[in-house]
């Protein structure tokens, strides 16, 4: 019985030397700074700096808590900023590149990522997170982001200094995050073209250059009573419907184009700005600022047929414009820019129903 008693406590004692040294050499061989790629914090960063191998890059720098600029002094889209911040709080490491494929991942990430830097306010004097002094902007992680592993669930990515890759995944989200690392700045830019209120608006004007007798100009007097004006004959229009004209100048507080068009070659971009615009769209701030949008046809080669049978030659469900200060050649959606495409009949009063004609009808 004795002797048992001995063989068990051997057996538990090389076990548990056995478990020390699995770990010690787990802990030797992922060391935490090989494998840290998450942001303990990220309320506290206040740049992002990531470029690709084929010289895309964006500068996102931090204005205020919720306000994001690039370094072109480009509004950044606040659900992308977070998304990524999301992201960089919660990844984790699913494990280690397996020793055959280490050479072919390193080689890809050599050739094939992004790389990001990060950068977040430190104090050089910080006592228990209770005395904070001397603050300042301090790069705390710079890390590379390649492809995706063949189930589409990992990121390959290796942190500066480093010579070991991991799989890293976000726990939860069943997909990729290298998609959420882009260094191109269209993927990050404020897609807003208007976002005014009606106490913003002095005036609008809307000019439909096919169709002259439809351009119209509304005219904000003390945003409680508004001149409606036809642009055709510069006359004015008395009798509109006021419940219209209110949602049609409510309608200017969210209109975004879809996509910038960086990829479009510039001869076809230069083609079409040289054609004849669709629609001009001028609003007019109070502060004396006027934004102007100039839309273009967007052909539909191969299209569906009308009723009549003929081809339909323009998309009926996109447009081309020409945004801030003509410097942004964009695409627009109807479905958006109908709410603000409004001739000048659409403000117009119905005329009274005659109950005895429409009896006899």
Same mark, same amino acid.
């Given at each position: ?168 995944? *976000?726990?939860?989200?069943?997909? /990729?995050? +290298?998609?959420? =690392?882009? #260094?191109? %700045?269209? &993927? ?57 004209? *209110?949602?049609?100048?409510?309608? /200017?507080? +969210?209109?975004? =184009?879809? #996509?910038? %068009?960086? &990829? ?57 414009? *020409? ?39």
């Amino acid at each position: 019985m004795k002797k048992n008693r001995i063989i068990i406590l051997i057996t538990l004692v090389l076990a548990v030397f056995a478990i020390v040294l699995i770990v010690n050499r787990s802990k030797s061989t992922f060391k935490k700074e090989l494998r840290d790629f998450a942001v303990d914090d990220t309320t506290n960063i206040t740049r992002i700096f990531m470029v690709d191998k084929g010289n895309h890059s964006v500068d996102l720098q931090k204005q205020k808590p919720g306000e994001w600029k690039s370094a072109e002094g480009f509004v950044v889209r606040n659900d992308a900023v977070n998304l990524l911040m999301k992201t960089m709080l919660n990844i984790d490491v699913l494990e280690p590149v397996q020793r055959a494929g280490h050479n072919s991942v390193i080689k890809n990430l050599a050739t094939n990522s992004v790389k990001v830097e990060i950068y977040q306010k430190k104090y050089r004097i910080n006592l228990f997170d209770k005395l904070k002094l001397f603050p300042h902007e301090k790069r705390t992680k710079v890390y590379y982001v390649g492809s995706n592993t063949q189930d589409n669930i990992g990121t390959y990515m290796l942190l500066q200094g480093s010579t070991v890759p991991f799989v890293v995944y *976000l726990p939860g989200f069943k997909g /990729f995050v +290298s998609v959420r =690392y882009s #260094a191109r %700045l269209e &993927d990050w830019r404020d897609h807003t073209i208007f976002n005014h209120r009606i106490s913003d608006i002095k005036s609008v004007k809307i000019e439909f250059l096919e169709t002259p007798p439809y351009s119209v100009e509304v005219i904000n007097d003390n945003d409680r009573s508004f001149t409606l004006k036809s642009l055709y004959n510069q006359r004015s229009v008395n009798d509109y419907d006021t419940t219209k004209l *209110l949602d049609f100048l409510a309608s /200017f507080y +969210s209109i975004k =184009y879809e #996509a910038l %068009l960086p &990829d479009m070659p510039k001869a076809r971009v230069d083609s079409i700005k040289a054609s004849k615009p669709f629609h001009n769209i001028s609003l007019t701030e109070k502060s004396g600022k006027t934004l102007v949008v100039k839309t273009f046809h967007r052909e539909n080669p191969g299209g569906p047929i009308d009723d009549n049978g003929n081809m339909i030659i323009w998309d009926r469900d996109r447009m081309y414009a *020409l945004v801030n200060d003509d410097k942004d050649f964009v695409l627009i959606q109807f479905f958006v820019f109908d709410n603000i495409l409004k001739p000048l009949e659409f403000f117009l009063k119905a005329p009274p129903v005659n109950v005895r004609t429409a009896a006899k009808r």
